[in-house]
Nanobody, 123 residues
Framework: QVQLVESGGGLVQAGDSLRLSCAASGRTFSLYAMGWFRQAPGKEREFVAFISWRGDRVEYADSVKGRFTISKDNAKNAVYVQMNSLKPEDTAIYYC????????????????WGQGTQVTVSS
C-alpha cells in the first residue's frame, strides 16, 4: 500500500502562485508514476500533470501548460506542482495520485489517491 498526503492549497488572487506538495509513504519503491488531478464543483475529475518516477516522462493538460510545473524529489518521496499565473478557473480540489504500472491522463488508471487540497483563486 501507498499513502499520499497533499498540502499547500489555499486562497489566492488571480495571478498569484502556489506550490502543492504530495508526500508518499509505504511501498513507494513500487511506484511507476505520480500525477496531479483536480475537481471543481459539479465537474468531473480532470488531469493536470503527471511525471514518471524516473522523471523521463512529463505531461501537462493544455489548460495548465506553461503555467504549472510538476517535479519530484525521490529522496523525500515527494511530488510537487508549482502553479504560477493562477486563474479563477483553476479553483478546484487538487488530488495527488500514484500508479504502479504506467503513466496516464485517466484518473481510473491510478491505484492510490490522496485526500485532496483546496485551491481557490479569486478574481
Amino acid at each position: 500500500q501507498v499513502q499520499l498526503v497533499e498540502s499547500g492549497g489555499g486562497l489566492v488572487q488571480a495571478g498569484d502562485s502556489l506550490r502543492l506538495s504530495c508526500a508518499a509513504s509505504g511501498r513507494t519503491f513500487s511506484l511507476y508514476a505520480m500525477g496531479w488531478f483536480r475537481q471543481a464543483p459539479g465537474k468531473e475529475r480532470e488531469f493536470v500533470a503527471f511525471i514518471s518516477w524516473r522523471g523521463d516522462r512529463v505531461e501537462y493538460a493544455d489548460s495548465v501548460k506553461g503555467r504549472f510545473t510538476i517535479s519530484k524529489d525521490n529522496a523525500k518521496n515527494a511530488v510537487y506542482v508549482q502553479m504560477n499565473s493562477l486563474k479563477p478557473e483553476d479553483t478546484a480540489i487538487y488530488y495527488c495520485a500514484a500508479d504502479e504500472n504506467s503513466v496516464s491522463r485517466l484518473p481510473r488508471i491510478y491505484d492510490y489517491w490522496g485526500q485532496g487540497t483546496q485551491v481557490t483563486v479569486s478574481s
